[in-house]
Nanobody, 121 residues
Framework: VQLQASGGGLVQAGGSLRLSCAASGRTFRSSVMGWFRQAPGKERGFLAA????????IYTDSVKGRFTISRDNAENTVYLHMNSLKPEDTAVYYCAAAGYWSRDSRDYAYWGQGTLVTVSS
């Protein structure tokens, strides 16, 4: 599975961004796709996940209502729509693929390269 993340950038507090993760490879359709983020000096943390087949989703509580994960099966792309961004959302955002539902980064075998989101106050 190969993953390519994009869409990061600089945005003012209260603004929105949409991150994209393009997936390719023979087995990725059996996977769960997740989004994580890592701020400077902090551990990588789970944000949301979606499965390709049913589109079911899970979120960490801190982003529920602000972030939405979605997928486009035709484009083989997973998105993270981020609204009402706050300075504390500043981090490198990663997409990843796992074979089953998990919030643990250690269960995700494949990772994109990360895309930086900076939220200014």
């Amino acid at each position: 599975v190969q993953l390519q993340a994009s869409g990061g950038g600089l945005v003012q507090a209260g603004g929105s961004l949409r991150l994209s993760c393009a997936a390719s490879g023979r087995t990725f359709r059996s996977s769960v796709m997740g989004w994580f983020r890592q701020a400077p000096g902090k551990e990588r943390g789970f944000l949301a996940a979606i499965n390709w087949s049913a589109g079911s989703t899970i979120y960490t509580d801190s982003v529920k209502g602000r972030f939405t994960i979605s997928r486009d099966n035709a484009e083989n792309t997973v998105y993270l729509h981020m609204n009402s961004l706050k300075p504390e959302d500043t981090a490198v955002y990663y997409c990843a693929a796992a074979g089953y539902w998990s919030r643990d980064s250690r269960d995700y075998a494949y990772w994109g390269q990360g895309t930086l989101v900076t939220v200014s106050s």
